[in-house]
């Protein structure tokens, strides 16, 4: 079972989901997004910038609202899935599919001195944005 990486920030969740994915470091994927940096403030990142620093690794995806016919796709592993804005995520959050399960990048939540990731066997809310390789 591969470690679960951990968010360094507020906003850090998808560059998190990419070092998941990528078998890379925190900070490497980091560097993959625009700007190298992390956005401190609302509203964070979409997944148009997750698709574009896949593509920085040569690795292909596309990003699709989520409806009936495609929601069973975020069952397959290296699959990024955006839940929606929720009291409990009011930015809404990014978690990954590793291991069969979702690696959650914030599991503790609201913590964040420290923050913990963690994996989970269920989302913890509704998915409604897919990240998918290929």
């Not at 920030?9 to 940096?37: D, H, M, T």
């Not at 978690?95 to 001195?113: A, E, T, V």
Request: hydrophobic share 35%; charged share 25%; net charge positive.
């Amino acid at each position: 079972m591969t470690k679960s990486i951990t968010q360094q920030g507020p906003s850090g969740c998808a560059p998190a989901c990419v070092a998941q994915i990528l078998g890379i470091s925190y900070r490497r994927a980091v560097a993959l997004f625009k700007n190298g940096e992390i956005k401190e403030i609302y509203p964070g990142f979409y997944c148009r910038e997750i698709v574009a620093a896949l593509r920085k690794r040569g690795i292909k995806s596309k990003f699709k609202y989520l409806n009936k016919k495609i929601s069973r796709k975020i069952y397959k592993n290296k699959t990024i899935v955006y839940i929606k804005r929720s009291i409990k995520y009011p930015q809404g959050h990014f978690l990954c599919r590793s291991n069969n399960m979702w690696m959650d990048p914030w599991i503790n939540m609201p913590k964040m001195n420290p923050a913990k990731s963690g994996f989970r066997k269920k989302l913890p809310g509704k998915p409604v944005y897919a990240v998918l390789l290929g």
